[in-house]
């Protein structure tokens, strides 16, 4: 293979991304300067907080701009390196186009340690996703034994991480997911304490049963009704940790709910959103941690992989139809 | 005088309270017993919070019986005392009742001292007010020198300190309120930078131009439209902090709006609610600060009062009706 295939955002979705949306070109294995690297891309994530940069509008990241590749997480392989920190034949991870190859001056990217865990869980359980529900949960939702926290958007990436870091730290866990297939996965090998398919109950009603204690903690990667629900029985001093808005992304405008502060004035509670980015100089101590879990058999995930890069686009609209349990991937190059 | 009168909630209010829920009946001045006070009311405050507390449903604080004497924040004098903390002659300030008399264990009230300020001020300025604005700014909030902070009520008891405490902190202070003599008070008497009157603008378009450099710090005591406006334009890692909405008290269900959690997102944002409660372990802090700043003439304030133990629910009705400035007390006896 001597060209490089890159995908483009050539049109900005309205509502749920489409194939119209990307465009994959062909074009030369790029050159590399001094201090530069060549990566080969061996596996792809596919992120819900992508859409929001496909907006076109400044928020905590830079928009992608149009006719532009797309860039998200990405694991490869050193081909080639002018910089004295990487050889090749090194695994790393870092932010970089969505495309066979990818220049880098070393910036944004960090090697991989194989023998720790397969190197996908660097897109996954150990990276992004995993630093993300580390974070948010200990940081802002600061879990106390016994105390009852919810998640939803329990059987994605970032949800299953957080029930099993609520689980190691003695909570009372409810995954709020969207089939029996999820719930299952939850409840049978991850060993949350209770589901609800969001799809199939009235929410508060539901809730109410499932937290006869009220809820302490609210881990939302969702928003929308589910989020209205769960104000409804927060507890004093609830710890709200907004990390994602999944059901609202590919809406043009704010959606309109029941508003929350006098909920959260009842129970004189906290609500925190974040990016994993506002945790860049704790990344390491995250790392090590999930690391470590995951060797110990504490932490269990699962991956759902897409082959090729011409699928990305498929793979990242499947992330608004419920599709995958656990890090949504895609394999570019089949591991030798 | 040798009767005590006293209001009674005798229904609970739909909408805006009126006449019809308050009775005042006629009773004998209490008896007390060893260990307990008999305490003359001088003046009564009438607070927002205290309308919550007459929908009759569980929230942070238990909700007023009905046919019960109500109570308040009172500054009183002991007349009577079989308890050895208190002497006849002592002021003291506690929550009791919206009476003429009222016998207390001595759990919950303190003695105030007359020579740092006017005993009415145990009220307001350094009473629960004061305190409210003082934990809530400075704790949540952590304003920072050049911040632009954004304050709603800000004409109120809680609004007025707020305001006058970011500025000896250094920040850029945006007050909105309801009418012109508000605005008049706050930027010429306080020394706020800027203040809107939100019954006469477009809210979202006035803080743009009033707020170029965005919101920092949102101190809320309002909620509502004006609270919607204001996710629009915080900034990355803004605070907001949920004091109050009094907008909402008088609404039977929670009103909708755009939902916060997006913009949330978008600004890493903080949100959170208290009562002043919350900090009771650091009360004797705020009061030390606060009457400091008072004597140093740093911190101003205005009282609003109505004569008359009878007219304390009308006193307390205009509290909904914008017509305090500063604090709403009520005179129940003429100092003598």
Chains 1, 2 share one sequence.
Not at 318 to 329: A, D, T, V, Y
């Amino acid at each position: 293979m001597n060209t490089n295939r890159q995908i483009l955002l050539i049109n900005r979705p309205k509502g749920m991304p489409s194939q119209e949306n990307f465009k994959l070109i062909s074009s030369q294995i790029p050159e590399i300067n001094d201090g530069e690297v060549l990566i080969q891309t061996i596996y792809l994530s596919v992120d819900p907080y992508m859409r929001g940069r496909m907006r076109g509008i400044k928020t905590y990241t830079n928009p992608y701009e149009l006719n532009e590749v797309l860039t998200g997480g990405v694991v490869g392989e050193i081909i080639e390196s002018k910089n004295d920190w990487f050889s090749p034949g090194d695994i790393i991870e870092g932010r970089l186009d969505w495309a066979d190859y990818s220049v880098s001056d070393g910036n944004g990217i960090r090697k991989v340690n194989p023998t720790i865990a397969p190197i996908t869980t660097a897109l996954g359980v150990v990276g992004m996703p995993g630093l993300t529900a580390y974070f948010g949960l200990l940081d802002i939702g600061k879990p106390k034994e016994g105390e009852t926290i919810v998640v939803s958007g329990a059987a994605g990436a970032v949800g299953t991480v957080v029930g099993q870091i609520a689980k190691l730290k003695g909570c009372r866990v409810v995954g709020i997911a969207g089939s029996q297939e999820k719930r299952d996965y939850l409840e049978k090998e991850l060993g949350f304490d209770v589901t609800i398919n969001y799809k199939e109950e009235n929410m508060l009603q539901t809730l109410r049963k499932k937290c006869p204690d009220g809820i302490d903690v609210y881990f939302d990667n969702v928003g929308g009704e589910v989020s209205d629900a769960v104000m409804h029985l927060i507890n004093f001093q609830a710890r709200i940790i907004v990390c994602g808005q999944i059901s609202e992304y590919n809406k043009e405008q704010p959606q309109y709910g029941p508003r929350v502060q006098r909920f959260m004035l009842n129970s004189s509670a906290l609500m925190k959103a974040f990016i994993v980015g506002d945790y860049a100089d704790r990344f390491q101590e995250g790392y090590n941690q999930l690391g470590k879990w995951v060797q110990e058999g504490k932490l269990k995930y699962r991956e759902n992989i897409v082959e090729g890069l011409e699928n990305t686009p498929r793979a990242f609209m499947g992330l608004f139809m419920g599709e995958n349990i656990g890090k949504q991937l895609v394999r570019v190059l089949t591991e030798s």
